[in-house]
């Protein structure tokens, strides 16, 4: 029974991991999910001077999706709202060469918890799949803390690595 137990956030992370990889990258997320999607893109500094940022909503103006880009158009960063609910925060340092697959990646996953009610969990994943933080039955007040926390840190890791592939480091020797 143990044994069963510790396969099942390996189990989850695949899920999650599979369920932020199959939306296509930076395009209108599945019609299933809504019919009449709205795409707006803005300049945005979060990952550089030159960065995008494209938002999808819906038709009720609700955000269902939105996409970081930085002045290459890599993309750096992808939120989605899964159609069960769950928060998706997907974080890229690689290149953004090749297939979405193969690209160094961490992500925030957040879903509502069905009991008790008002309740949350909440997983930090590693670009190699490996859970970084579990968290259950967190309250509202204590998911926006630590996914405050969370984001921040994946986003500092993206940008950094970022600045190590576009030669800003100011470190002549510093590995790329």
């Given at each position: 029974m143990t044994r069963a137990l510790k396969a099942w956030p390996?189990?989850?992370?695949?899920?999650?991991?599979?369920?932020?990889?199959?939306?296509?990258?930076a395009a209108q997320p599945a019609p299933k999910?809504?019919?009449?999607?709205?795409?707006?893109?803005i300049p945005d500094d979060t990952f550089g001077e030159g960065g995008t940022r494209q938002s999808f909503s819906n038709d009720q103006?609700?955000?269902?999706?939105?996409?970081?880009?930085?002045k290459l158009g890599i993309v750096r960063e992808q939120f989605e709202l899964s159609p069960g609910g769950a928060q998706l925060w997907g974080f890229f340092n690689g290149t953004g060469e090749g297939e979405p697959a193969t690209w160094r990646k961490s992500m925030i996953a957040v879903r509502a918890m069905d009991r008790p009610e008002g309740r949350f969990q909440m997983w930090v994943i590693a670009a190699d799949d490996s859970i970084i933080k579990e968290l259950h039955t967190l309250t509202r007040a204590e998911l926006d803390t630590e996914f405050e926390y969370w984001h921040a840190q994946l986003r500092l890791w993206v940008n950094t690595a970022r600045r190590r592939q576009m030669g800003e480091t100011g470190c002549a020797t510093c590995p790329l």
């Open positions: 390996i189990l989850l992370t695949a899920l999650f991991s599979l369920a932020l990889l199959s939306a296509p990258i999910q809504d019919a009449e999607m709205t795409s707006v893109t103006h609700e955000v269902r999706a939105e996409v970081w880009r930085d």
